[in-house]
């Protein structure tokens, strides 16, 4: 009797059964022929990935979770998950061999290391007559076809994305694969889990090295049954969805007021095309916001970063990267340690900071305040540091979407009106005046007022002493001055955008078709969507935008 041929799926984003092309395949196909074919779900944990990874401890208790849910989830449908340890392109050679696999089947990833990890297994199911089934489905729509509509380069502004997304037909969600006929069993694949029935489990927190005893409390849990459940308590809010305005939203509120989704996206625990979907029932037939900023708005900004990610090269880097604005940043340890760990003297920055490494998420526009304030706005330090210390710290750090927000919030990319700046004061008095989101994340100002606790620095010695904070001492004093720092920053950006034109302009950049984004550099139009400019009226528009410079200098 012919040995039975083994199916593997492999997970790696996509950790869900709902929705998922490539695992639906693999269960049909065995479903089929269950004589034939046996199903292996498999998760491959690189040791090695804890080297050259940064990855704090609130992303990986989200990733154990998320595991131990998926497992759970597969055994509902008469499967389980074998997680197995080692690098992918040493394992598979082996499993390939030793469980006679006849099928791989994975979703479609764009990040620079998926793209040469696959590459490589490719090359290696070949060499073993492996036949390879690859899905697209961490996107609704395929980045590639967006980037061929357009002409072969990717869209680099909001607008002509969805303009060319609105052509595309929307994909509908699958449901939950059917049940596999019985638990299966393979002689081939169980021979090690014979000898140690649980070598193919979840990784428990001590595998993964992180004492769960010394971290905050988990207020994001991890998996797909959390992040369905999230879902669908949010759009019990009708009206709640269909009023929802990203810029509306507070960034500095006690509990979130967001969806926080974004972390069960990144790891593909939601579907996008799910949650897509369901926002549309919602708002079907009501009054609703629009995009860019009503919800299906900020599922369209995630397909937005993906499709330029995906046909950018140096994405993730300012040097050799055709539509990221050179600049002369700053290198001072001192500054981005005081930044990263919320020791800035600015209370509501480092309010931010903290929570950010506490719980592993923060608010939207809070990442929008701490990123100005690293770069273009107060310590002039490269956005690459900061989307290094988000990689390591956000439960929803999605390279994509963290080298492109780094790019537009430091006036690199996609947004270019470099002299608005983000104020460290008063940007969150809007919307928490009283500073409780600051008593929380930073107790050593607990009892400061409202009148002074974005400004500690400006209490007398003796209130400081009555108030239990001497600052300089208990709490940092600001290493800048906002009102003067700011400003010399404006002129420096300004500086380079001068110094990108120049060279630009001598022949030594790519084409207008990739030369801004979303705003343009000062004396040259905003490239169309076919890539022409009108350099005839490039003078009034360079006068315009310096007057307009000088007038924002002037309030400061």
Same mark, same amino acid.
């Given at each position: ?84 340890? +080692? ?84 994909? &509908? ?243 270019? &009106? ?16 009283? +500073? ?14 409202? +009148? ?50 120049? &060279? ?31 350099? +005839? ?20």
């Amino acid at each position: 009797m012919a040995k039975r041929e083994t199916i593997v799926h492999w997970f790696r984003k996509g950790l869900r059964i709902h929705d998922n092309p490539a695992l639906t395949v693999a269960v049909d196909k065995v479903r089929a022929n269950p004589a034939k074919y046996c199903l292996r779900p498999i998760f491959v944990l690189d040791p090695g990935i804890r080297k050259w990874l940064r990855v704090g401890p609130n992303r990986w208790r989200f990733l154990q979770q998320t595991l131990a849910n998926l497992d759970e989830n597969l055994r509902s449908i008469n499967s389980r998950l074998y997680v197995l340890r +080692g690098n992918p392109v040493e394992v598979f050679p082996k499993l390939f061999a030793d469980w006679n696999v006849s099928l791989l089947t994975y979703e479609h990833d764009i990040e620079p290391y998926a793209v040469k990890r696959d590459s490589t297994v490719e090359e290696q199911a070949r060499k073993h007559r492996v036949e390879v089934h690859i899905e697209k489905s961490h996107t609704i729509f395929d980045p590639e076809g967006i980037v061929k509509k357009n002409g072969g380069k990717p869209p680099l502004t909001y607008q002509r994305y969805a303009t060319l997304a609105s052509a595309c037909k929307i994909p &509908q969600p699958l449901p939950v694969p059917q049940k596999l006929p019985a638990k299966e069993t393979s002689p081939e694949a169980d021979k090690e889990e014979r000898k140690n029935p649980s070598c193919y489990d979840p990784p428990t927190m001590e595998e993964l090295a992180i004492e769960e005893a010394s971290m905050g409390q988990c207020k994001f849990p991890g998996g797909e049954s959390e992040a369905l459940r999230r879902m669908n308590e949010i759009l019990s809010r009708k009206a709640w969805v269909c009023k929802f305005e990203k810029p509306n939203t507070s960034p500095n509120s006690l509990e979130p007021s967001t969806t926080v989704l974004s972390p069960y996206l990144k790891f593909g625990c939601l579907s996008v095309r799910l949650f897509y979907s369901r926002i549309a029932e919602t708002i079907k037939g009501q009054k609703h916001s629009q995009p860019p900023v009503s919800l299906i708005g900020q599922v369209m900004w995630r397909e937005f970063y993906y499709c330029v990610a995906a046909a950018t090269p140096n994405y993730d880097k300012m040097v050799g990267n055709g539509i990221c604005t050179q600049i002369d940043w700053d290198t001072n340890k001192d500054y981005l340690e005081a930044w990263t760990h919320g020791r800035t003297g600015y209370p509501f920055i480092d309010a931010i900071m903290r929570q950010l490494r506490q719980e592993g998420w923060i608010h939207h526009l809070a990442r929008h305040a701490v990123a100005c304030f690293l770069t273009r706005g107060d310590l002039w330090i490269s956005w690459e540091e900061g989307q290094r210390v988000f990689e390591e710290l956000l439960l929803d750090a999605d390279w994509a979407l963290n080298a492109g927000n780094w790019m537009w919030l430091s006036a690199s990319a996609f947004f270019h &009106q470099y002299f608005r700046v983000y104020s460290p004061v008063a940007f969150g008095k809007k919307t928490d005046p009283e +500073g409780k989101f600051i008593k929380k994340y930073v107790p050593e100002l607990a009892r400061f007022p409202a +009148g002074i606790i974005y400004e500690p620095w400006k209490a007398n010695l003796e209130t400081q002493k009555k108030l239990g904070c001497i600052i300089g001492k208990d709490y940092p004093m600001r290493i800048v001055v906002h009102e003067d720092i700011s400003k010399v920053n404006i002129q420096r950006m300004s500086a380079a955008y001068k110094r990108n034109k120049a &060279q630009k302009d001598g022949g030594t950049e790519q084409d207008d078709s990739v030369s801004s984004g979303s705003g343009g550099t000062p004396g040259k139009k905003r490239p169309s969507s076919t890539g022409s400019t009108a350099k +005839g009226k490039a003078a009034p528009k360079k006068r315009k935008i310096e007057a307009t410079i000088e007038k924002f200098l002037k309030k400061k």
